[in-house]
Nanobody
Framework: QVQLVESGGGLVEAGGSLKLSCSAS????????MAWYRQAPGKQRALVAH???????NYADFVKGRFAISRDVLRNTVYLEMNSLKPEDTAVYYC??????????WGQGTQVTVSS
């Protein structure tokens, strides 16, 4: 069984910053890629950022230059540092973890609200 625990969401004013984290625990052989998605009300879930096993990253155009994804391999944790937040960044943010030989797992989601 693999458990994911997200934290770090909250309410912030436009221009502010937040840092999300997602930690995986349980019995598994390791983690491949990790990613963050978000889903705003009435919209489909969309990829925000992705980090591969080797550490290479890619970002959705709407967050490039403002968000940074990173991972702590020893702690099986992925982070999303969000800067220069805008009201349109308001959404529930989900981590997605690809576990070796086990498949993909979603976090429970954490709400990020950016006020104007």
């Amino acid at each position: 069984q693999v458990q994911l625990v997200e934290s770090g969401g909250g309410l912030v004013e436009a221009g502010g910053s937040l840092k999300l984290s997602c930690s995986a625990s349980g019995t598994f052989d390791g983690i491949n890629s990790m990613a963050w998605y978000r889903q705003a009300p009435g919209k489909q879930r969309a990829l925000v950022a992705h980090i591969a096993t080797g550490g290479s990253t890619n970002y959705a155009d709407f967050v490039k230059g403002r968000f940074a994804i990173s991972r702590d391999v020893l702690r099986n944790t992925v982070y999303l540092e969000m800067n220069s937040l805008k009201p349109e960044d308001t959404a529930v943010y989900y981590c997605l973890v690809s576990v070796k030989f086990r498949g993909d797992y979603w976090g429970q989601g954490t709400q990020v609200t950016v006020s104007s």
